[in-house]
T-cell receptor
Framework: DGGITQSPKYLFRKEGQNVTLSCEQN?????MYWYRQDPGQGLRLIYY???????QKGDIAEGYSVSREKKESFPLTVTSAQKNPTAFYLC?????????????FGDGTRLSIL | RKEVEQDPGPFNVPEGATVAFNCTYS??????FFWYRQDCRKEPKLLMS???SGNEDGRFTAQLNRASQYISLLIRDSKLSDSATYLC???????????FGRGTSLIVHP
C-alpha cells in the first residue's frame, strides 16, 4: 500500500529534550512538508523540501530542524529551543512536475510536554 | 488581512439540507485551489480540487471566482457523515507553498 507513515502516533517530551518525529513515504513524491496544528487553528508550515538534500524554512521554523538525506524520508526534530511544542504535527508529500498536484498527509503525531 | 479566510462556523444543518461554504483569498496571483476535509483529531484528506470552470463530484460542487477572489464548496443532500471541518487551500507561485484556511466546521444532525 502506498502512503505516508508518521511515527510515533503519540510522543512525550521532557523539558530540555530534543525529540525526532519520523515521516516516510513510498509514493515516490519529490516534495515533502511539515506542519503544526494547534487546537482550533489552521495548519502552519514549519519546513518543506522540494528535492533531496535541500529544504527551506516555513513560517514557524524556529525551534525545529529537518534533514532530507533520502527521497522517502523527512524527519523533523523538535529541539529544546521550541518552548511550546505541544501540538499535532502533520507530514505531507506531493508529486511535482505535473501541474499543481495536491498534497497527501500522514496521520500525524501528537506531541505533549511531560 | 489574512491570506486565506474562512467562516469558522459551526454550520449546523439537518440531514438532507444543502449547505455552502466560501473561502476568500488575498493573493490575486494564486494558482491552485483545493478543498480538504478534516475529521476530529485526524489528518486532512483531499476532498476535491477546484477548477476554473467549476467541478462536481457527486453531492459536492466546487467553484472558483477569480474576479472576487473566492472559492466555494456546495454540499447537497447532507449526510451525518459529512460532519467535519472543511479546509480551503490556496497556492501561489512556482514553488507551490500552500496556505491553509482555518477551516469551517459542519455539523449535520438527524
Amino acid at each position: 500500500d502506498g502512503g505516508i507513515t508518521q511515527s510515533p502516533k503519540y510522543l512525550f517530551r521532557k523539558e530540555g529534550q530534543n525529540v525526532t518525529l519520523s515521516c516516510e513515504q513510498n509514493l515516490n513524491h519529490d516534495a515533502m512538508y511539515w506542519y503544526r496544528q494547534d487546537p482550533g487553528q489552521g495548519l502552519r508550515l514549519i519546513y518543506y523540501s522540494q528535492i533531496v538534500n535541500d529544504f527551506q524554512k516555513g513560517d514557524i521554523a524556529e525551534g525545529y530542524s529537518v534533514s532530507r538525506e533520502k527521497k522517502e524520508s523527512f524527519p523533523l526534530t523538535v529541539t529544546s529551543a521550541q518552548k511550546n511544542p505541544t501540538a499535532f504535527y502533520l507530514c505531507a508529500s506531493r508529486k511535482t512536475g505535473l501541474g499543481n498536484q495536491p498534497q497527501h498527509f500522514g496521520d500525524g503525531t501528537r506531541l505533549s510536554i511531560l | 488581512r489574512k491570506e486565506v479566510e474562512q467562516d469558522p462556523g459551526p454550520f449546523n444543518v439537518p440531514e438532507g439540507a444543502t449547505v455552502a461554504f466560501n473561502c476568500t483569498y488575498s493573493n490575486s496571483a494564486s494558482q491552485s485551489f483545493f478543498w480538504y476535509r478534516q475529521d476530529c483529531r485526524k489528518e486532512p484528506k483531499l476532498l476535491m480540487s477546484v477548477y476554473s470552470s467549476g467541478n462536481e463530484d457527486g453531492r459536492f460542487t466546487a467553484q472558483l471566482n477569480r474576479a472576487s477572489q473566492y472559492i466555494s464548496l456546495l454540499i447537497r443532500d447532507s449526510k451525518l457523515s459529512d460532519s467535519a471541518t472543511y479546509l480551503c487551500v490556496v497556492t501561489s507561485g512556482g514553488s507551490y507553498i500552500p496556505t491553509f484556511g482555518r477551516g469551517t466546521s459542519l455539523i449535520v444532525h438527524p
